[in-house]
């Protein structure tokens, strides 16, 4: 039996809503199929979004959506994506297979996604192939409310009304895929491109940041362009061994589960490293660190396009995805917000689709989970989270964050061995009238869910013993548990 402190009256700091941000690239099957299928008979749509997948995604209550990439953002050219659909250019997707794209979905359509989702929106605009002007026009046309040519265009198109486009990207991964810019340059054109950033909106700017354990961009960036910014990002994906040994989504043993629990350990060195450079070149805290692009990337599944980026979902993500989001809690005082990657058919998705049919994976329950947290004080937990050894070296066995919002306290638990079931007793400094609890796992850790069987693995009834400020729950091996108070 371990024990755990949970002090109500000890606040850490608010957990960013955004935290549980998504991402939406125009990669393989992500927008369409996944999302979106225009006038498609066979698949039940509003307005060209498939019912079954937004019915789905809203009860995640997405906060806010990232389009449209990625690296395709800085190859994208956003007036091929308006006006009517027949008339809009074909471009070859040359990031991501080289397939061709129709451009159906465009400004008007992510809105109307977000709209459906009822989340804010997180336009990535283009730096690596696109212009100043190109971006402060479209930036005019998502959000001008007056007569202007470009307000107009858009009303033409069929919105009367300015969108509300929350959060803005100045580039992707300008380093790489964006333009393979070094800092100093990048820097230069951060700072040109966000002075056109010019609205009665209050839109919030974000910079292009560093690659998982790059620190010396994020440091020469800061320096150089970081009072012109909100948000700088930050990408750390996660794999079993690192990127040249990525491993499979579903055929992995043991070693295979640890050593990608081991990726998320390193992981969590690389952000303290990324937090220590914001802190000495912003002491005063001004900018915030946005985790747009993080996950599990392992190979694609067999028989898919390589460039699709299509992999199946395990409880080795929905485990391996509680810790790195405890970490973004442990860390709200610079992480505001966080998109994984990415929310439909592609890497550590939400939702799978194969033509008409669909299923969710464990990482959909992680969030659905977890949704308590949103905006909610992070609570001092105090507990002994034990060690497993690997092969990568020593990773927590157990991993707990509590919040509190509206007098409700949630606690979410992972438990990360394979072979061992957790006993807790959970003291709290206050007394509770309800408990509630359930948890996620799978006879096997190789197990998903299938178009076929769809319901392999979903949260069950946890049983959990409250009495007075004092909960009794056991936390099975290879799952995650989340406890609500009240
Ligand atoms: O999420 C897939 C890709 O990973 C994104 O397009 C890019 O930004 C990153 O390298």
Redesign the pocket.
């Known amino acids: 039996m371990s024990k755990v402190m949970i002090n109500t009256q000890r606040k850490k700091g608010k957990i960013s809503k955004y935290i549980y941000g998504q ?1 939406a ?1 125009h ?1 393989g099957r992500c927008i369409y199929e996944g999302l979106y299928v225009g006038n498609d008979p066979d698949i039940p749509n509003t307005n060209g979004m498939r019912n079954d997948v937004i019915a789905a995604l809203k009860e995640l209550d997405i906060p806010v959506l990232r389009w449209p ?4 953002a800085d190859d994208y050219h956003w007036r091929d994506g308006i006006g009517p659909k027949e008339n809009r250019p074909y471009m070859v997707n040359t ?1 991501w297979g080289g397939v061709v794209e129709n451009n159906h979905f465009g400004t008007h359509e992510f809105f109307e996604l977000c709209r459906q989702l009822g989340c804010e929106a997180y336009v990535n605009a283009n730096v690596g192939s696109g212009t100043v002007q190109e971006m402060r026009d479209w930036v005019e046309y998502m959000t001008f409310d007056g007569d202007s040519p470009l307000a107009n265009e858009r009303r033409a198109n069929g919105d009367d009304e300015p969108f509300k486009l929350s959060f803005l990207g100045i580039g ?2 300008n380093w ?2 964006g333009g393979n810019m070094r800092p100093e340059y990048y820097s230069d054109l951060y700072r040109r491109f966000s002075t056109f950033i010019r609205s009665k909106q209050k839109i919030y700017k974000i910079g292009c940041g560093a690659n998982s354990d790059d620190t010396q961009w994020t440091e020469t960036v800061m320096k150089n362009a970081g009072k012109f910014m909100d948000g700088i990002s930050w ?1 750390n994906y996660t794999f079993e061994d690192g990127w040249d040994n990525r491993g499979d989504s579903i055929v992995f043993d043991a070693d295979g589960w640890y050593n990608n629990m081991a990726d998320v350990v390193l992981m969590q060195k690389r952000l303290r490293d990324q937090i220590a450079v914001m802190d000495s070149t912003d002491p005063d805290g001004k900018v915030d660190l946005i985790v747009d ?1 993080w996950g599990n990337w392992f190979e694609v599944m067999a028989g898919t396009n390589p460039g699709f ?1 299509y992999q199946q979902n395990t409880m080795r993500d929905a485990v391996a995805g509680m810790l790195i989001l405890h970490m973004f809690h442990n860390a709200n005082r610079r992480v505001k917000m966080a998109n994984i ?2 929310m439909v058919n ?2 550590q998705s939400m939702v799978l689709t194969e033509g008409e049919r669909m299923t969710v994976t464990p990482t959909y329950y992680l969030f659905k989970m977890m949704k308590g947290h949103q905006d909610a004080e992070l609570l001092d937990a105090s507990y002994d989270a034990k060690s497993i050894d690997t092969k990568r070296g020593a990773i927590p066995k157990l991993s707990l964050s509590a919040s509190e919002k509206n007098g409700a306290v949630t606690i979410t638990i992972a438990n990360t061995s394979l072979t061992d079931d957790e006993e807790l007793e959970i003291e709290l400094d206050k007394a509770f009238a309800s408990v509630a609890a359930e948890y996620l796992t799978s006879g096997n850790m190789c197990d998903v869910n299938t178009f076929d069987e769809p319901d392999k693995i979903r949260p069950q009834a946890l049983n959990a013993e409250l009495s007075g400020s004092t909960v009794k729950v056991t936390v099975p091996k290879m799952s995650i548990a989340a406890i609500t108070l009240k």
């Open positions: 991402f690239e990669l990439g990625g690296c395709f990031n992707n991964e790489g895929c990408h692009e980026l990657a990415q592609v890497l």
